[in-house]
């Protein structure tokens, strides 16, 4: 069994910044990729960014430029360090990951971001 444990969510003015957090229980290499996504309200669930096995990032349009997503493999940790906020990314974030042994996919409960003045 995979738990997938996310911090950092909050309530920050536009323009701002804010860190994900998402602890893995197991090693980040025995995952395909890891990666975190965003749904907002009566939306769908939408890649923000990845980070393959071997270290390769890859960010939605909205996300590039101002989002980076970055992992400590000691800690078998992936982070996503949002900066220059806007209302447009509030969302839960969820943080996902496919286990190279099985290509099932697992889910983080979610962190609520809201950008707001």
């Known amino acids: 069994q995979v738990q997938l444990a996310e911090s950092g969510g909050g309530l920050v003015q536009p323009g701002g910044s804010l860190r994900l957090s998402c602890a893995a229980s197991?090693?980040?290499?025995?995952?395909?990729?890891m990666g975190w996504y965003r749904q907002a309200s009566g939306k769908e669930r939408v890649l923000v960014a990845s980070i393959s096995r071997g270290g390769s990032t890859n960010y939605a349009d909205s996300a590039k430029g101002r989002f980076t997503i970055s992992r400590d493999i000691a800690k078998n940790t992936v982070y996503l360090q949002m900066n220059s906020l806007e209302p447009e990314d509030t969302a839960v974030y969820y943080c996902h990951a496919k286990l190279v042994v099985t290509q099932y996919d697992y889910w983080g409960q979610g962190t609520q971001v809201t950008v707001s003045s």
């Open positions: 197991r090693a980040v290499f025995d995952f395909n990729a």
